[in-house]
């Protein structure tokens, strides 16, 4: 187990293309005395789009939640290693974990707009951390992060409307739009289209491919064709375990280990 | 494989089982289920019946008894002002002597001539000592008065207006009878009993002080327990470490909205009244004690509504990088608002209601004129209407059920309140 991972730290490490924008260096999650994750080591870059699959309860889900700290509200969950984001160790003291969210931005997997006008939800993170001066200037964030998740036009009339109105796929591209609005460096995505249809899930699929290079972006599925289109990298998780990490194209035709090639021929998962 | 034990399933030859629906056990089954279900429906609609019954019952009489608590009667007596007074002028009625020059005309000896005059031995059985004093109200209000010979309409004595509404003994009616053949009484509407004060005559009792009373005392309660409840609420829900004082703490405050409404009012009479020397019979104490017993109601409604908004809304706030502290109170208090204004209002209409605790601290004191502050003795409208229904006066029978009525409006003008606010704050998602 121990050499596996090590292997795909190696791996890891070895075949980070670009600059790394977060790092992981053997995590470790512990939920009371049940370890979830068993050191990972990872780099996330700004150029790829990288995907965390593997089957239920690997969890993936929760080692995205360590990278922007979401799991600080459970209380018994405990982080070990090093998380870093421009070479800062996101779990130093010193670190601000409003500031931290900001910064890395996060979908969830069940679209969750505040029951707010369509507006307030764009702005209201522009308004907490106070990045627009005027009216104007907030008109104008919502207006782009809108567009940025391809919104715009679908609900540039009815901007006061409530954000809680629209259909699944809008809402979750609102969600984005809202991630967006705050000007983070890096998006996760939680199986951001598991509660959404084929049509829907397609059109975030695109939205994904518009943002990559502009955002880093880590999303979780367990949808192997959705890993294979949207992502550059992926890595593999099983049993809290990264079992392999590489460019996807490799890993879905030549998968280096047993476990990875069950999993996507589908043997388990 | 079993079938003795049901007979609706037989074996097949083949082995396996299969269900006879069309059966006569089956059928049979099936109608008692039926049966059942009825039975149910009708039962829980004789329990609605029984209950609408006894509010009908209920709100039939007090409304049959109380409407005629807004009804006075007066009784007309022909003043001769200009000769009573000595020629005295309007200007000495106006102004800030006018009270004192009022009283230097004796007033009550003038009315109480006029109606010897006019009615001879049955005046006292008309009128009351004080049937004059509505002439000095009508003669500050109106100082032209004084110069006309005019008739002026004194509230009758409460046995003439139980007669008036047939609830009298022969004597009074027979009298009534005669007045109102000779075209001197009428019946109006009794605002005195909206604008006054407890009183010893029931014809001339008001509800105000009392009114005001309850109004003061609602006002300090729901000023301490709804911020101390919410903010219990979001500090117990959304802060606090689960660890056994938490645990305590919530088992105490279950507790709390449990107890006995007389200890609540022990507890103002020991702590507020002995300890700390607060003002006897002020709205303030009675305010505190209702406070106390209102906040956990409102702690426990605060903690479920918060409890049931979706955690998805607090991890999208922590999300975009919102602060604990913003997170509670731009999206958990926004969305338990209305769940917290629906528990507020019931621990209020409780408290609106309460009796016993009020009469710990002395709020039982017979007061004659309205409150003017926290501190001042005052009285509530469920205290009032235990005096009153306490009164050995019949004419205070119908007062009480007046009061209650007043007191029932006032509940419900505060739960329209209540609705009305939940449902402009109330968000779906």
Not at chain 2, 16 to 44: C, L, N, P, V
Not at chain 2, 328 to 353: E, N, S
Request: net charge negative; with cysteine; aromatic share 8%.
């Amino acid at each position: 187990m121990t050499t596996e991972t090590a292997t795909a730290a190696a791996t890891a490490t070895a075949t980070a293309s670009g600059t790394s924008k977060m790092t992981t260096r053997n995590v470790d999650v512990f939920y009371g005395e049940k370890q979830a994750i068993d050191g990972v080591s990872i780099d996330i870059d700004m150029e790829n789009v990288t995907a965390f699959i593997g089957p239920s309860g690997c969890g993936k889900s929760t080692f995205l939640r360590t990278m922007n700290r979401m799991n600080d509200t459970i209380p018994t969950c405990r982080v070990t290693g090093e998380i870093t984001l421009d070479g800062e160790d996101i779990y130093a003291p010193s670190m601000d974990v409003v500031q931290l969210r900001a910064r890395v931005g996060m979908v969830f997997q069940k679209p969750n707009p505040f029951p707010k006008s369509i507006y307030d939800n764009i702005a209201y993170g522009p308004r907490i951390h106070g990045l627009a001066s005027g009216k104007a200037e907030l008109d104008q964030i919502v207006e782009k992060s809108l567009q940025r998740a391809g919104l715009w036009s679908e609900v540039k009339d009815r901007l006061h409307e409530s954000g809680t109105a629209l259909s699944g796929g809008q809402q979750q591209r609102l969600c984005i739009a809202r991630a967006i609005a705050v000007d983070p460096e890096v998006i996760l995505m939680d199986e951001p289209c598991s509660a959404l249809d084929p049509i829907a899930t397609a059109k975030i699929e695109e939205l994904i491919h518009e943002l990559r290079g502009k955002y880093a972006i880590v999303i979780v599925t367990h949808n192997m064709q959705q890993a294979a289109r949207v992502s550059q990298r992926t890595a593999f998780f099983h049993l809290g375990n990264m079992v392999e990490y590489g460019d996807t194209s490799e890993m879905f035709t030549n998968p280096q280990e047993e476990r990875t090639r069950d999993y996507i021929t589908g043997r388990y998962g | 494989m079993n079938n003795t034990a049901s007979p609706a399933i037989e074996t097949t030859a083949v082995g396996h089982r299969s269900t006879d629906w069309q059966g006569e056990a089956m059928q049979k089954r099936i109608a008692k289920r039926y049966a059942a279900e009825r039975r149910f429906k009708y039962m829980g609609l004789a329990a609605v019946a029984i209950s609408s019954l006894f509010l009908a019952f209920l709100l039939f009489v007090m409304i049959g008894n109380g409407l005629k608590g807004f009804i006075k009667t007066e009784v007309a007596v022909p003043i001769d002002f200009v000769s009573a007074t000595g020629g005295a002028s309007p200007d000495q009625l106006a102004g800030e002597n006018a009270e004192r020059n009022l009283n230097s005309l004796d007033i009550a000896g003038i009315v109480n001539t006029a109606i010897e005059i006019e009615y001879g031995t049955d005046g006292s059985e008309i009128f009351t000592e004080n049937s004059w004093t509505d002439v000095r109200d009508a003669l500050l209000s109106n100082p032209a008065l004084i110069t006309q010979n005019t008739s002026v309409w004194l509230t009758a004595k409460s046995e003439l207006d139980r007669a008036a509404k047939d609830d009298s003994n022969e004597k009074y009616e027979a009298l009534y009878a005669k007045l109102k053949d000779a075209g001197k009484v009428q019946s109006g509407f009794n605002w005195g009993f909206l604008t006054g004060s407890d009183g010893t005559d029931p014809a001339r009792v008001g509800i105000w002080g009392a009114f005001k009373g309850s109004l003061i005392t609602m006002l300090v309660t729901l000023s301490l327990a709804f911020p101390i409840g919410v903010l219990a609420a979001v500090y117990l829900e959304e802060y606090a470490p689960r660890n056994r004082a938490t645990d305590f703490i919530e088992v105490s405050i279950n507790n709390l909205a449990a107890v006995p409404s007389i200890i609540f009012g022990l507890l103002g009479l020991v702590v507020f009244l002995s300890w700390l020397d607060m003002s006897r019979s002020s709205a303030l104490v009675g305010g505190l004690v209702l406070a106390l017993m209102t906040m956990p109601v409102i702690v426990i409604a605060g903690r479920n509504s918060i409890k049931s908004v979706p955690p998805s809304i607090r991890e999208a706030a922590l999300g975009v990088g919102a602060s604990p502290i913003q997170v509670v109170f731009h999206h958990v208090l926004p969305l338990a608002l209305p769940g917290i204004m629906t528990g507020t209002i019931i621990g209020m209409a409780r408290a609106l209601g309460e009796t016993a605790p009020l009469l710990m601290i002395g709020m039982r004191a017979f007061l004659t004129s309205p409150p003017q502050g926290i501190t001042d003795p005052s009285t509530v409208l469920p205290v009032q209407i235990y005096l009153w229904s306490d009164e050995v006066n019949r004419g205070f029978v119908e007062k009480t059920s007046a009061a209650i009525i007043v007191l029932l409006l006032f509940l419900l003008t505060m739960n329209a309140l209540a609705i009305y606010l939940r449902n402009r704050f109330e968000t779906r998602w």
